[in-house]
């Protein structure tokens, strides 16, 4: 994405990745050793480890450590967001709260996250994520325009002309 999408020198584009990529597994790493700390913590001053102790440390781990709110957290957030809400899905109708479906809900999923998120790029971007604005800035508005096959090739847009 940093390729396609950022715009600066080579050089530029590894310093960013590599930079993302240290940010990213340190968080983790923070929280990792945050709530396994905390659980710890929880089972010794109750003499056993429940159910609520995972939920307790991960809030306070997640507050501390991902509740900054920055590009890296953002995504990590949203991707977590994503694997929650099919869990809780599954979880729904394991314990019975909602029917097993007939058929795979996948295909109505699918439909109803692409038409959401593309009335949103097209009637009010601005209150979609910048990574998301630009790459689909760069498939739906710039596709519009083309030079010739390179750009399919290398980001289409051409160097302004002095």
Request: aromatic fraction near 16%.
């Amino acid at each position: 994405m940093t390729f396609l999408f950022r715009s600066g020198s080579l050089q530029e584009k590894l310093k960013a990745i590599l930079r993302a990529t240290y940010t990213h597994s340190r968080n983790l790493a923070y929280f990792v050793f945050t709530y396994k700390g905390l659980m710890a913590f929880q089972s010794r001053m109750q003499g056993k480890k429940i159910p609520i102790h995972s939920f307790l440390a991960a809030c306070i781990g997640g507050w501390l450590v991902f509740g900054e709110n920055n590009n890296i957290n953002s995504q990590i957030n949203m991707y977590l967001l994503s694997r929650i809400l099919f869990g809780l899905s599954r979880l729904a109708v394991e314990k019975g709260y909602i029917p097993e479906p007939k058929q795979d809900p996948f295909p109505v999923f699918a439909a109803l996250v692409w038409g959401i998120v593309l009335w949103l790029f097209e009637y009010h971007r601005h209150t979609l994520q910048p990574s998301l604005q630009s790459s689909m800035t760069y498939l739906y508005d710039d596709s519009n325009v083309w030079h010739d096959v390179s750009d399919f090739l290398v980001y289409n847009k051409q160097p302004a002309t002095k």
